[in-house]
T-cell receptor
Framework: GEDVEQSLFLSVREGDSSVINCTYTDSSSTYLYWYKQEPGAGLQLLTYIFSNMDMKQDQRLTVLLNKKDKHLSLRIADTQTGDSAIYFC?????????????FGGGTRVLVKP | DSGVTQTPKHLITATGQRVTLRCSPRSGDLSVYWYQQSLDQGLQFLIQ???????AKGNILERFSAQQFPDLHSELNLSSLELGDSALYFC????????????FGQGTRLTVV
C-alpha cells in the first residue's frame, strides 16, 4: 500500500537553511505536498509539486522531487523562529473515483535563536 | 485563514455517545474531505464527498458516517464513541473531486471520557 516516511525531528539555528526529507512508495503519486501545522492550529498548505516537475521554488521554499528514488524534500531558506512547527509531507494519486492525501508522520522542526 | 470552517472547535463527551462535527467548505469548493489525526495513527483519510456524493472512502469505522448537503456543507457523525476515538478531526475542501490543492480547516478536537 501507500506509505510516506519522514524523520521525526530537525533542529536548526535561526538564519540557517532547513531541509526536511520525505520518501514515498507509490510511484503513481501525482501531486506531492508540504503542509505546516503549528501548535493548536490546522494544516496550512505551504506548497505542492506536480510529479512531472523536478523543482519548485516559492520565496523561501524550495521543493525538490527525485521520482527515481521517490524522494521529496523541502528547503526553507533563512529559517526563522516562526518556522518552528510540524511539517507534513503528503502524496495523492488522482483517480476518477476521487483522491485522498496520504500523509507522513510529520517532522517537528525546532528553530533555535 | 483557509476559508474552511469547522464547528465546534472542541467537544468533550462520554463513551457510548454520538456527536456530529460540521464543516463548511471554501466558497466554490465542491469537494469535502474528512481526516482524523491521532497520536498513534497520525493523519488518516476517512472519506471524501464531491457535490453531494461519496467519492472515496478510507479508514472510516462503521460507527462513523458522513454526508454532504445540497449547500455543500458536510457533517461527520461519530456514534458509540470509544476512548480511542479521541482525536483531532479535520475537514478539507478543494475545487474539484481531483483537486490539487486541498485546504484544511482548524479542526475539531474530540475528547471522549
Amino acid at each position: 500500500g501507500e506509505d510516506v516516511e519522514q524523520s521525526l525531528f530537525l533542529s536548526v539555528r535561526e538564519g540557517d537553511s532547513s531541509v526536511i526529507n520525505c520518501t514515498y512508495t507509490d510511484s503513481s503519486s501525482t501531486y506531492l505536498y508540504w503542509y505546516k501545522q503549528e501548535p493548536g492550529a490546522g494544516l496550512q498548505l505551504l506548497t505542492y509539486i506536480f510529479s512531472n516537475m523536478d523543482m519548485k521554488q516559492d520565496q523561501r521554499l524550495t521543493v525538490l522531487l527525485n521520482k527515481k528514488d521517490k524522494h521529496l524534500s523541502l528547503r526553507i531558506a533563512d529559517t526563522q523562529t516562526g518556522d518552528s512547527a510540524i511539517y507534513f509531507c503528503a502524496t495523492t494519486v488522482i483517480k476518477a473515483a476521487g483522491n485522498k492525501l496520504t500523509f507522513g508522520g510529520g517532522t517537528r522542526v525546532l528553530v533555535k535563536p | 485563514d483557509s476559508g474552511v470552517t469547522q464547528t465546534p472547535k472542541h467537544l468533550i463527551t462520554a463513551t457510548g455517545q454520538r456527536v456530529t462535527l460540521r464543516c463548511s467548505p471554501r466558497s466554490g469548493d465542491l469537494s469535502v474531505y474528512w481526516y482524523q489525526q491521532s497520536l498513534d495513527q497520525g493523519l488518516q483519510f476517512l472519506i471524501q464527498y464531491y457535490n453531494g456524493e461519496e467519492r472515496a472512502k478510507g479508514n472510516i469505522l462503521e460507527r462513523f458516517s458522513a454526508q454532504q448537503f445540497p449547500d455543500l456543507h458536510s457533517e461527520l457523525n461519530l456514534s458509540s464513541l470509544e476512548l480511542g476515538d479521541s482525536a483531532l478531526y479535520f475537514c478539507a475542501s478543494s475545487v474539484g473531486g481531483q483537486g490539487a490543492e486541498a485546504f484544511f480547516g482548524q479542526g475539531t478536537r474530540l475528547t471522549v471520557v
